[in-house]
C-alpha cells in the first residue's frame, strides 16, 4: 500500500496543528489561570496520545479498513474539540489557589484533564492510524509527521506575534479540518465532495467563529492581578498587546489610581505620581509612573532598598537589566546618572513606554542619556563590551522557557553563580551589582542569591568574598549588593546613613555586629543576618544543608533559582500547613511532581490496557516486553535531549523564545529528515556481512552517543567565542549544531517500528502510545531531574536511554526490507 | 376566629425547631472553630505571647455567626478552620488568622479601630464588640455594599462602612487606636501611619488570597517613631542545628 503524497501532507498538517495547540494551549492557560497548573494539565491530556495508541491497537482491525474515513472523523473531532475542549475547561470553576483547603478541586481538576485529552486523543489517533496503515513507508511518514511538527512549532511562535492567542486557536481548529479534506482529496468522488465541503468549513473557521467561545476575559481567574484591578470603579484596560512572550494589559484607574511602590520605606510621605499598571498574562503588575519632568515627584523612589547603590557611588553609569515600565529608569534620572542603558525582554512592554505611552512617561526613553535595548538580560551583559558603575537587576516578573510554552519549571538564568560572574565581569573597578528582591519569611530566595554571590566571589578569585557583599531589608524587599573590590570605610558610613534614614534593617556589611541587624523591620530572631553570616563562614555547607529550603547557589546547569523544595521537611510543613504555613510549600515543585506520578499510573494503565484486554492474541508471540523497553526509551531519551539542548540554547540565542523555536524546530525538523534515511541506512547495513555486530539502530544510537558527548565539551566554549555574532547567523549555526544529532535521534523510532510491522503489525499503535506516554513523562522528568543533577546529567541519562534501547530490540528481528513487505 | 390554625401552628412550630436546630448547629460548630484556634495559638508561641490568645477576642467569634459573611455555596465550610472564597477575587480569611490578627490588634473598650478591606465584613463584626467604634473602607463596590448589608442586619450598629480609596485612611475620625491592613497594597499608605494614634497599633496579612504567609505589625510609638515586626503565624525555625 502506497501512501498518496495528500496523505503525507495531511498527517505533516495533523502534526502542525497538535504541535501549534499545545504551545497554544500553555499561553491560553497562563493567562487564565498560573503557569504551573496549565503545564499539569497540558501534560496529562497530552496522554491522549497514549490512549490513542492503547484504543487503536485494541479497535485497528475494525478500523483499518476504512481509513480514509476514520482519519477525516478524527481530524473533524480534532477540530471541534480544540476549540470546544478548551472553551468548556476554562468555564470550569477550578480554583488553583484552594487545592491546599478544597478536595473539590481535585474533581474540576480531573474534569479539566478529561476535556482536554480529546483533542490530543483524536490528533494522536490520526498519526497512529496512518502509522499502521502504511508500516512500510514509516519512515517517509513519520519524517512528515515530524516536519509538520517543527513547521507547527515554529509556526505558532510567528504567528503569536501576529494574531490573538483566540484568533491563533481558530487557525489550529481549521489545520485539523484542512487535514481532512486533505485525506478525503484523493478517494471516491462522493469523499471528493465532502473533502470540498471540509475545506470550506475550515476557512470559514479560520476567519470567524462565536466569540464567546474563545473570549478570554471574563474566564481569567478572579484572583489575578488583572481581573482584581479592574473591580475597582472605572479602572478599564486602555490597550492589549499579545505575543508569544506574554499577553500585555495596560490599565487606566482615574478614580482610585495605582501606586505601585513595593516595599516602600515608612519614613516616606510622598505619594506616587500617577500611573499606568501594565499586567503581563494577567499578573505581575508594572507601572508605567507619570513623568513632566520634576523629579522631585520621583522622590519616593529614594525610599525603597533599590535606592541604596546610588547613596555609595558617584554619577554611576548604570545599566538596568529589565527595564519593565521605567521605574528603574526614573530612579536613575532622580539621581542624575550621567548614562543609563535599560534592557527589556518584551517588545510589547519596551514600546509602551518608548511610543505609546511616551508623552505620559516623560518620554524617558527619548532623553539623551537613556538608551533602550531589546534583548534577555543575561545575554546583553555577555555581548556587551561596555563597563558599568552599576548593574541593577530590580524586582523582576519571572520569565523563562516556561512562559513561552515549553515545558519546564520557571528556569531563571539571572540569579546563577555564572550570571553573577558575568555581571562582575562587566563592572568597573569599585563598580556594584544591585539585585533587588522579595523579601520572603522564612527567608528563602535572599539567602538563596546571598549563596550565589559567595560562590561567584569565591569562584572568581575573591579570598574574602564578605568584604565585597552588602545585604538590606525593609518589611517586603531585599538589596544585594556585590561590588568588584572591597566595600570601604566611607561607603559602610552612607550605607548605615541610608538605612537609618529609612529605617531599613542592616543584614549584612562587612564588620556588621549581631545587635546592628534586627533593629526596626523586627524578625523573631535575625534570619538574614544570621543567615549571610553562616553562609560566609566555614560552616557554609553544613548551613545550607541543614536549612529546610534549598538555598544553595544556583547554576546554569540547575538554573532553578526559585525552587525551595526539599523532601525532608515535607512532612513538617504539611503538619503545619493549615497553621499558615501553606505559603511555605513549594506548590511548583509538588505539582511537578504530583504530574510526574499522575502521568505514571495513566501511562502503565494504557500500556497494559491492550495486554490484559486481550491476553491472548494481542501481537501474538512477539516480544512485547523488549518492544515497550524500546519505546519507551526512545521516547524518554529524544524528549531528554531536546529539553536540555532548549535550555542549553537559551543564553546563546538570548532569548529563551528563539531557544524554543529554533532548538524545538531544528529537532524536529531534522530528525525528520534523519527518519526519512533511514530506510536507507537499514538497506546498507542489512547488506553488509551479516555477522557484524552493528545494524541500523546501534549505527544510530553510536551517533547520537558520540555527538551528544562531544557537545558536552564543545558548546560551552564555541558558544562563548561565537556570542557577539548577529541573531540570524546564530540561529543557523544553532540549526548546524542540531542537524546531526537530531537526524540520529529521528532514525530509531522508524526502524524499530518496521521492525514490529514484521514480526506484528498489531504491535505498531501500542507502540506509537508508548512513545506518547514516554514523551509526556519525559517532559516532566527531565525538569525534576535538573532541579536534583543538573542538565548536563539529564542528556547523559539520555545517551544511556538510547543504549538501553539498542540493546532492547533483538537483533533476530529481520530488518526492514519493503520489497517483500506484507502489506 | 383568632389564632393561628392548627396547620399553620405546626408549620410555624416546626421553622422555629428547625431554625434553633440550625442555630444550634452552628452554636456547636463555632466552639469546635474556638477550640480549634487556640490549639493553633498553643502550637504559634512566636506570634502569641504565653500561646494565649485575648479571651474577649475568642468570645466574639463564638458568638459571631461567620456563616451569615459567606456566599451560599460555601457556608457548610464556614466554621471550618480555613480561608472561604466570597467573591470578587476576594477571600475571607482562616478564623485562626483572624483571631491572631485581632489579638495584635490589643483592642480595649473605648478604642476606635480603622479597617481597609472590608471584605465579607467578618473582620469589622470580630471588631464590632471590642472596640467602641469601627470604621471600615472597601474598594469594591459589590463587596462593601454586600458587607454593609449583612453587618446591618446582624445589627453591628457601631460598625461604619463605606467604599471608598482606602489608601487616605479616615481622616474625619482619625486618630485611632488601631488599624487592620487586610486589602493586598504594595506598600503601607503613609496617610495611615498618620491616622494611627502614638502607642497606636496597624496589623497587615502579607500574602496571597489562599495563604497568609506573615504578619506585620506596626507599632507608632508614644515620641511618633515607628517600629515594625514580622510574624509567622506559625511556629516553624527554618534550619536545624549543625552537628
Redesign the interface.
Known amino acids: 500500500m502506497t501512501v498518496s503524497r495528500a496523505t503525507l501532507l495531511a498527517v505533516a498538517a495533523i502534526s502542525a496543528a497538535i504541535l501549534a495547540y499545545q504551545v497554544l494551549l500553555m499561553r491560553l492557560f497562563s493567562i487564565l489561570s498560573w503557569h504551573h497548573f496549565a503545564y499539569m494539565i497540558i501534560s496529562i491530556a497530552l496522554l491522549g496520545f497514549g490512549a490513542s495508541g492503547t484504543v487503536l491497537a485494541l479497535a485497528q482491525h475494525r478500523l483499518l479498513p476504512r481509513f480514509a474515513a476514520v482519519f477525516a472523523a478524527c481530524a473533524a473531532l480534532f477540530a471541534i474539540t480544540a476549540v470546544g475542549s478548551f472553551t468548556l475547561a476554562m468555564r470550569l470553576p477550578f ?1 488553583a ?2 487545592i ?3 478536595a473539590r478541586q481535585l474533581l474540576w481538576l480531573t474534569l479539566s484533564y478529561a476535556l482536554l485529552v480529546l483533542p490530543f486523543f483524536f490528533g494522536g489517533g490520526m498519526i497512529g492510524l496512518a502509522f499502521s496503515r502504511f508500516s512500510n513507508e514509516i519512515g517517509r511518514l513519520y519524517a512528515y509527521d515530524l516536519i509538520g511538527a517543527g513547521i507547527g512549532a515554529l509556526g505558532v511562535v510567528g504567528i503569536l506575534f501576529v494574531l490573538s492567542p483566540t484568533a491563533t486557536l481558530r487557525l489550529v481548529a481549521a489545520l485539523g479540518l484542512l487535514s481532512a479534506a486533505l485525506v478525503l482529496a484523493p478517494a471516491a468522488r462522493i469523499a471528493r465532495a465532502s473533502a470540498v465541503g471540509v475545506a470550506a468549513a475550515a476557512l470559514l473557521v479560520a476567519l470567524w467563529l462565536p466569540p464567546a467561545l474563545t473570549t478570554l476575559h471574563p474566564h481569567i481567574s ?3 492581578g488583572l ?2 484591578a479592574l ?3 472605572d479602572a478599564r484596560v486602555i490597550e492589549e498587546r499579545s505575543s508569544p512572550l506574554g499577553f500585555v494589559s495596560v490599565v487606566e484607574s482615574p ?2 489610581p495605582f ?6 520605606s ?4 510622598t ?1 506616587p505620581p500617577l500611573q499606568l499598571g501594565v499586567f503581563t498574562d494577567a499578573e505581575s503588575i508594572s507601572a508605567i509612573t507619570r513623568f513632566e519632568g520634576d523629579l522631585q515627584a520621583l522622590r519616593y523612589l529614594d525610599f525603597t532598598t533599590s535606592a541604596l547603590p546610588y547613596h555609595l557611588l558617584d554619577d554611576p553609569e548604570v545599566l538596568i537589566l529589565g527595564a519593565g515600565g521605567g521605574e528603574q529608569v526614573l530612579l536613575a534620572l532622580y539621581h542624575e546618572a550621567p548614562e543609563i542603558d535599560a534592557v527589556e525582554l518584551n517588545p510589547d512592554v519596551m514600546e509602551l513606554v518608548a511610543d505609546d505611552y511616551a508623552d505620559f512617561a516623560g518620554g524617558i526613553y527619548d532623553r539623551p542619556e537613556v538608551d533602550v535595548y531589546l534583548s534577555e538580560a543575561r545575554s546583553f551583559v555577555r555581548r556587551t563590551p561596555e563597563r558599568y558603575d552599576l548593574i541593577q537587576i530590580p524586582l523582576l516578573y519571572s520569565f523563562g522557557a516556561a512562559a513561552a510554552g515549553t515545558q519546564s519549571l520557571h528556569e531563571s538564568y539571572t540569579y546563577t553563580v555564572e550570571a553573577m560572574r558575568d555581571y562582575l565581569r562587566r563592572l568597573e573597578p569599585g563598580g556594584m551589582l544591585s539585585i533587588t528582591l522579595w523579601l ?4 528563602r530566595d535572599t539567602l538563596k542569591l546571598f549563596a550565589t554571590a559567595v560562590e561567584a566571589l569565591e569562584e572568581s578569585g575573591v579570598a574574602d568574598p564578605g568584604e565585597q557583599l552588602v545585604l538590606i531589608r525593609s ?2 524587599t531585599a538589596t544585594l549588593l556585590m561590588k568588584n573590590g572591597a566595600f570601604t570605610p566611607a561607603e559602610i558610613a552612607a550605607l548605615k546613613n541610608f538605612a537609618a534614614g529609612r ?1 531599613f534593617d542592616l543584614a549584612y556589611y562587612p564588620g556588621i555586629r549581631a545587635e546592628e541587624a534586627n533593629r ?5 530572631r535575625p ?1 538574614f543576618f544570621e543567615g549571610a553570616t553562616a553562609l560566609l563562614g566555614p ?1 557554609a555547607k ?2 545550607i ?5 534549598a538555598i544553595g547557589p544556583a547554576s546554569d546547569d540547575q538554573p532553578y533559582f526559585y525552587d525551595f523544595f526539599k523532601w525532608r521537611f515535607l512532612p ?1 510543613l504539611l503538619r ?1 500547613r ?7 510549600l513549594d506548590m511548583g515543585y509538588l505539582i511537578l511532581f504530583a504530574t510526574l506520578v499522575q502521568a505514571a499510573i495513566l501511562s502503565l494503565v494504557l500500556i497494559l490496557a491492550p495486554l490484559a484486554i486481550r491476553r491472548k492474541t494481542f501481537g501474538g508471540t512477539a516480544p512485547k516486553a523488549r518492544t515497550s523497553v524500546y519505546f519507551l526509551a526512545l521516547g524518554l531519551a529524544f524528549l531528554f535531549i531536546e529539553i536540555a539542548y532548549i535550555q542549553r540554547f537559551i543564553l546563546f540565542l538570548g532569548h529563551p523564545l528563539y531557544a524554543v523555536a529554533v532548538v524545538l524546530a531544528g529537532f524536529l525538523i531534522f530528525a525528520g529528515v534523519g527518519s526519512a534515511l533511514a530506510p536507507r541506512l537499514d538497506r546498507a547495513m542489512s547488506r553488509r556481512d551479516g555477522s557484524s555486530p552493528l545494524d541500523a539502530v546501534r549505527v544510530a544510537v553510536l551517533g547520537i552517543g558520540a555527538i551528544a558527548i562531544l557537545y558536552m565539551f564543545l558548546l560551552p566554549p564555541l558558544f562563548g567565542a561565537l556570542i557577539t555574532l548577529p541573531d540570524m547567523a546564530k540561529i543557523a549555526v544553532s540549526l548546524m549544531l542540531i542537524a546531526p544529532l537530531a537526524c540520529f535521534m529521528g532514525m530509531p523510532f522508524p526502524l524499530g517500528i518496521a521492525r514490529v510491522a514484521r514480526v506484528s503489525a498489531d504491535l505498531i499503535p501500542w507502540a506509537w502510545g508508548i512513545n506518547g506516554c514516554a514523551s509526556v513523562i519525559a517532559a516532566i522528568l527531565a525538569t525534576l531531574l535538573a532541579i536534583h543533577i543538573g542538565f548536563t546529567a539529564v542528556v547523559a541519562i539520555a545517551v544511556g536511554l538510547y543504549f538501553a534501547a539498542a540493546l532492547a530490540l533483538e537483533r533476530r528481528i529481520p530488518v526492514l526490507n519493503p520489497a517483500d513487505d506484507p502489506a | 376566629m383568632s389564632g393561628p390554625t392548627p396547620l399553620a401552628a405546626a408549620v410555624i412550630a416546626a421553622l422555629a425547631l428547625t431554625t434553633s436546630a440550625l442555630a444550634q448547629e452552628f452554636t456547636d460548630e463555632r466552639a469546635a472553630m474556638i477550640d480549634t484556634i487556640e490549639e493553633h495559638a498553643r502550637l504559634a508561641p512566636g506570634a502569641i505571647e504565653d500561646g494565649q490568645l485575648d479571651p474577649a477576642v475568642l468570645q466574639a467569634m463564638r458568638e459571631i455567626p461567620r456563616h451569615e459573611f459567606v456566599p451560599e455555596d460555601v457556608r457548610a465550610y464556614a466554621y471550618q478552620d480555613r480561608p472561604l472564597p466570597i467573591g470578587y477575587g476576594q477571600t475571607i480569611s482562616q478564623p485562626f488568622i483572624v483571631a491572631l490578627m485581632t489579638d495584635l490588634l490589643d483592642v480595649v473598650p473605648g478604642d476606635k479601630v480603622l479597617e481597609i478591606g472590608t471584605g465579607s465584613g467578618y473582620q469589622a463584626a470580630v471588631l464590632s464588640p471590642l472596640a467602641e467604634r469601627v470604621y471600615s473602607i472597601e474598594i469594591v463596590p459589590e463587596l462593601g455594599q454586600r458587607a454593609g448589608e449583612v453587618l446591618d442586619e446582624l445589627d453591628f450598629a457601631n460598625v461604619e462602612t463605606k467604599i471608598a480609596d482606602g489608601y487616605y485612611g479616615w481622616p474625619e475620625e482619625a486618630p485611632f487606636d488601631a488599624i487592620v491592613v487586610t486589602a493586598a497594597a504594595s506598600h503601607i499608605p503613609p496617610p495611615l501611619v498618620e491616622q494611627l494614634k502614638p502607642g497606636g497599633r496597624m496589623v497587615i496579612p502579607i500574602g496571597g488570597p489562599f495563604s497568609a504567609q506573615q504578619l506585620m505589625l506596626v507599632e507608632k510609638l508614644p515620641d511618633g517613631g515607628v517600629t515594625t515586626r514580622q510574624l509567622l503565624p506559625v511556629q516553624f525555625v527554618p534550619f536545624t542545628r549543625a552537628q
Open positions: 480554583n489557589l484552594a491546599v483547603w478544597d478572579q484572583y489575578k481581573a482584581m473591580r475597582v470603579p478614580t482610585i501606586r505601585h511602590a513595593p516595599g516602600l515608612l519614613n516616606n510621605i505619594e520572603k519569611l522564612p527567608p518589611w517586603k529605617s526596626y523591620n523586627i524578625l523573631e534570619y560552616n553544613d548551613y544543608e541543614g536549612y529546610k529550603f513538617e503545619l493549615t497553621q499558615g504555613a501553606a505559603a511555605m
